[in-house]
């Protein structure tokens, strides 16, 4: 990747509602090895049980996160779009997706490596206090979202 | 909250219902069927305001009360039905020709006066949007007199939505912005998905001007209402529109007791501040 490219992905990142206000060494230590991916509608970012490597921050476009079985065809759990990231799979062992990601339209990601990230975060304690303070509303913001679903609104 | 007298039909009597007559029907989901309606003769109830409700008398089944989706010029009604038990298994059943009974208009509307001027935050859950639909076409007749116009409209899956069509249409037009999420979808949807709580962090209103209508499920509408409230809006400019088993529909049998309140009379629409706390009670 060119310094160009790097660059561009750093300035990205601190625009983004998730990591706006973080500490700016942070932002360039988190985006090494970070790399822009696009996925065309359709396409999978990832599979549930395959290995968590990278925490995606979304620029563009629509993921469906998808839960499935064998017996039962894939059911879209929630979207998620610009300004909201995908994935806390990578921050806690075994580091393995716990559901599935597909781009219902074409997409603009940021994939931060997860490796670095974690090394990141541990390497720098108040990094890691920030940053789970910033990562802990969206887990919670999930969680709440899917008790309001269990309470099924709609039933009759 | 004001209260108002039983009000007579034209037929002389407060429960006496007029006939009728059905028009056509539209299936709008599995269990959802939308009737226009038209008077059998002379007589017809009263011009509606919007969030207003009828009731609708199945001939030797029984009475239901339900919101009036569109009222034209010359009379006729435009009910959406979900089947819940004999009395709306009943209506949904009914073709064209086919004659029921209809009382009403009753209760309180929504407040249009309060709301021009402002910024207008429109949530229906499922069958929450057919009360709601009159609210939006009286926005589109008088756009100019309102702010920006937010409408999030949720349902359980895909197929649970109503009037789909006609939101559709409603998306082209650039004057308003229109969220559609459902709770769980199949790989055939490519809308947004998530409960329609997901939907109002990107619904953009000034919380210091801004009146927000809210009609559905009264978990779904106490979730939305403290998730806009906690955007800044006023709880007195929060409206809900309530549903409660209902008999007589105009203050006396009770059926529809709320607390202090008889949501036939003294509602359905009211500002989500007067029962908030009524909200959080089991089993009012």
């Known amino acids: 990747m060119t310094n160009e490219e790097h660059a561009r992905i750093v300035e990205r990142i601190r625009e983004h509602p998730f990591f706006r206000g973080f500490d700016e060494e942070f932002v360039e230590s988190a985006c090494a090895d970070a790399v822009e991916r696009r996925f065309w509608a359709e396409e999978v970012l990832f599979r549930e049980g395959s290995p968590s490597k990278n925490l995606f921050v979304i620029l563009e476009g629509k993921v469906g996160l998808e839960v499935g079985s064998s017996d039962r065809p894939e059911l879209t759990v929630q979207t998620v779009g610009p300004g909201e990231v995908i994935g806390w799979s990578w921050l806690v062992p075994p580091h393995r997706w716990r559901f599935d990601a597909r781009a219902l339209k074409p997409t603009l990601t940021i994939a931060l490596d997860a490796e670095n990230l974690r090394h990141t975060l541990s390497r720098r304690p108040e990094w890691g206090y920030q940053f789970m303070i910033r990562f802990l509303p969206v887990l919670a913001e999930r969680l709440e979202n899917t008790r309001i679903q269990l309470l099924d609104l709609h039933a009759r | 909250m004001p209260a108002s007298a039983p009000a007579p039909t034209d037929s002389g009597h407060p429960l006496a219902p007029i006939p009728y007559a059905v028009r056509s029907t539209a299936t709008e989901t599995p269990d959802t069927t939308t009737l226009v309606i038209e008077p059998r003769g002379t007589r017809r109830i009263s011009l509606s305001r919007p969030g207003q409700f009828a009731m609708l008398y199945a001939f030797g089944v029984g009475e239901s009360p339900i919101g009036i989706s569109r009222e034209t010029p010359e009379g006729r009604l435009v009910h959406t039905i979900r089947r819940v038990g004999p009395v ?7 073709t064209p020709g086919d004659t029921l009974g209809v009382r009403g208009p009753y209760g309180r509307g929504w407040p249009f006066k309060e709301a021009r001027g402002q910024d207008i ?28 116009v937010e409408i999030i409209f949720g349902a359980r899956t895909p197929k649970d939505l109503v009037y789909y069509d006609e939101v559709q249409s409603w998306r ?36 210091t001007r801004t009146t927000a209508f809210l009609c ?36 006396l049998c009770g059926h529809c007791q709320f607390g202090p309140v008889f949501l036939c009379r003294d509602g359905p629409v009211f500002p989500f501040a007067d029962l908030a706390p009524l909200l959080r009670v089991r089993e009012v």
């Open chain 2, 121 to 148: 935050v429109i949530v229906a859950g499922g069958l929450g949007l057919p009360p709601l639909r009159p609210v939006i076409y009286e926005i589109f007749a008088h756009r100019e007199a309102y702010g920006r």
């Open chain 2, 216 to 251: 559905g499920p009264e978990i779904m509408m106490r979730l939305v209402s403290e998730a806009i409230q906690a955007r800044g809006v006023d709880p007195h400019a929060i409206w809900i529109s309530m549903e409660r088993n209902m008999k007589c529909a105009i203050g």
């Open chain 2, 88 to 94: 709306t298994k009943a209506l949904t059943a009914l």
């Open chain 2, 172 to 207: 082209r037009r650039t004057d308003i912005r229109i969220q559609v999420t459902v709770d769980a979808a199949g790989r055939d949807w490519y809308g947004d998905v998530g409960v329609v709580t997901t939907r109002l962090p990107d619904a953009r209103f000034d919380p």
